[in-house]
């Protein structure tokens, strides 16, 4: 009997979090972790991450991940204090994965572009949000009226497709994805 596969998708983001788990291709769960700022001072901001990495992890709690897919820091960002923001809750969420006790084990990740996620959902690195929602539909039958949520949904799957853990058969463009990929496990 095969082992099931567990992948995680994450989608980091200050004011919408998107994270999925998938077993085996089944979706498992979906949550939207929101946030809104809470203050100007720079402890306010630490706060802010640091209750989005606490929900992470409690989402995490009792079950066992054998990989975690998160999407990387889009460089295109214009606003600095933005991209440190992102930066840090990129961060902190790897250590969460890499070295929090409270869950008991060490959770494989890696780190996917948004140009590299569009590529393995549509076949193109340019897709805008909405073709990415269609194409995951088209191909998943899932339907998630949220962007954030599709992004970790298709990291997701890129982690099952990685590990072979059932993903849809893969597309040769998807296979280029998964190959450039690997060099991280």
């Known amino acids: 009997m095969n082992k099931s596969i567990t992948s995680v998708g994450l989608d980091l983001s200050l004011t919408g979090t998107g994270m999925v788990i998938l077993r085996d291709g089944n979706l498992i769960s979906k949550n939207l972790i929101k946030s809104k700022p809470s203050g100007d001072k720079p402890i306010d901001e630490l706060n802010r991450i640091k209750k989005i990495v606490y929900e992470i992890r409690s989402h995490l709690t009792g079950t066992f ?3 975690a897919v998160i999407e990387n820091l ?24 890499a070295y929090d006790s409270g869950l008991g084990y060490h959770v494989p990740f890696i780190l996917v572009a948004p140009t590299s996620l569009k590529k393995f959902i549509t076949g193109s690195g340019i897709a805008k949000k909405d073709v990415m929602m269609m194409e995951t539909y088209k191909r998943y039958g899932v339907t998630l009226l ?38 991280q496990l």
């Not at 214009?78 to 923001?85: I, R």
């Open 65 to 67: 991940i054998d990989i």
């Open 146 to 183: 949220n962007d954030n949520e599709c992004d970790a949904y298709g990291l997701a799957q890129i982690g099952l497709a990685l590990l072979d853990g059932n993903s849809k058969q893969t597309t040769k463009l998807q296979e280029e994805v998964i190959n450039l990929l690997k060099k």
């Open 74 to 97: 889009a460089f295109g960002v214009k606003n600095a204090t933005s991209l440190t923001q992102l930066a840090a809750l990129n961060y902190f969420t790897r250590e969460l994965l």
